[in-house]
């Protein structure tokens, strides 16, 4: 099979950046790295870290590097639009993290660009890349649940890695920034069933008490045009010590035929020591007590990456270069994602059910 060869720019180099920028440079067909950042000696670590070719504090330098075919956009939430966009712009296929945007006219004119230019995107939802969500997936497109009827699930974190989330973006709340990962696997599940209406209500005083406007606890009912009703909750408040090195997740869904029950709460892996877990996410912040593989992204393991983003990343590097299937979230697909959470939050803020456009 004839293999592409790729030269990719890694735009933003945080911790998301980082790991895609390292699972970028150990793939066959990448013969050339970039990385960027605005903070440039972080631009540079990462360079040296992952044996990039070449590093900036300059996106659009990266972006339009004439050995550069192919863009991640890894940076803050609120800045996906414009790197998104300009490389769209240069016919360089696309891979920008959750959420495709923060609104649905920044979403539009992503997809409109995409759409004039031709030009492939995709977005990174990495938890249809666990192996129990793929598996569902399997068993539904095999019509061993018959039709969906009912969907729930509920995420649960600590508030330590919620306001971690909260000060990098503060409009990245858990319901847009979290909730999204599993509105797009229901939508993954229900696919090609559209949404209809979204009811919601929230509560909560942790965040509001270290300064951010925002639930704690947020719950929603979205009903599809079949139907089909989906519940789904978030919860991101729990105490700081509590042993999640990211979120515990448990997804129930019921057909005419069957359903699936998927426990992704970690439980079953725990480590008690006096030496101190590390998080990923929280600089400084240590566990004597953690559910090991409950961090969202994946873990380090012997000196490699496993776990969701370097399975899509894999996958995403192999559509490119090689042509194989890619079942990463279309632009469209993380844009009705969008739709609803922004109607989850708008529900919840006014204890109206929200009507979703046809």
């Known amino acids: 099979m004839e293999t592409r060869e790729l030269g990719v720019a890694v735009v933003g180099s945080g911790r ?5 920028a390292r699972l970028a440079a150990a793939h066959p067909a990448v013969k050339f790295l970039a990385v960027s950042d605005i903070d440039r000696d972080r631009a540079q670590r990462l360079a040296e870290a992952s044996g990039a070719h070449f590093a900036s504090g300059d996106n659009d330098e990266v972006i339009a590097h004439p050995r550069v075919n192919a863009v991640i956009v ?9 790197p998104v966009i300009r490389a769209l712009e240069l016919g360089k296929p696309v891979l920008v993290e959750k959420p495709i945007a923060l609104t649905l006219a920044d979403a539009d004119k992503i997809i409109a660009k995409a759409e004039s230019t031709g030009t492939p995107i995709r977005v990174g939802y990495a938890q249809r890349f666990k192996r129990r969500y793929l598996s569902a997936k399997d068993q539904i497109l095999a019509g061993r649940l018959g039709e969906i009827t009912a969907l729930t699930g509920r995420a649960c974190n600590t ?6 989330i909260l000060k990098r973006s503060a ?3 858990p319901v847009v920034d979290v909730l999204t990962y599993w509105v797009d696997v229901a939508g993954w599940f229900l696919e090609g069933i559209r949404p209809r ?3 919601a209500r929230g509560h909560g005083s942790v965040f509001r008490a270290a300064g951010f406007d925002v639930n ?3 719950f929603a009912l979205i009903t599809y045009e079949d139907g089909a009703v989906v519940n789904l909750g978030v919860y991101f408040a729990l105490p700081a010590h509590a042993p999640q090195l990211g979120m515990g997740v448990r997804i129930e869904v019921f057909g005419s035929e069957g359903a699936l029950i ?23 912040l240590e566990f004597q007590t953690a559910f090991l593989s409950s961090s969202t992204p994946g873990n380090w393991h012997l000196g490699d990456y496993w776990g969701p983003v370097a399975d899509e990343s894999r996958v995403w590097l192999d559509h490119l270069a090689r042509n194989r299937a890619c079942p990463m979230a279309t632009a469209r697909e993380a844009r009705q994602t ?16 929200i009507r979703l456009a046809a």
Request: avoid cysteine.
């Open 16 to 20: 998301i950046g980082s790991l895609r």
């Open 74 to 82: 890894s940076t803050s939430e609120h800045e996906h639009v414009a």
């Open 159 to 164: 508030r330590a890695q919620g306001i971690e």
């Open 171 to 173: 409009t990245a709340t």
């Open 197 to 199: 209406e979204v009811s």
């Open 216 to 218: 704690d606890a947020t």
């Open 262 to 284: 998927l426990n992704d709460d970690h439980t079953d892996e725990l480590l008690i020591t006096n030496k101190g877990i590390p998080h990923a996410y929280i600089p400084g």
């Open 338 to 353: 969008l739709e609803i959470t922004l109607a989850i939050e708008e529900s919840a803020r006014t204890g109206k059910t």
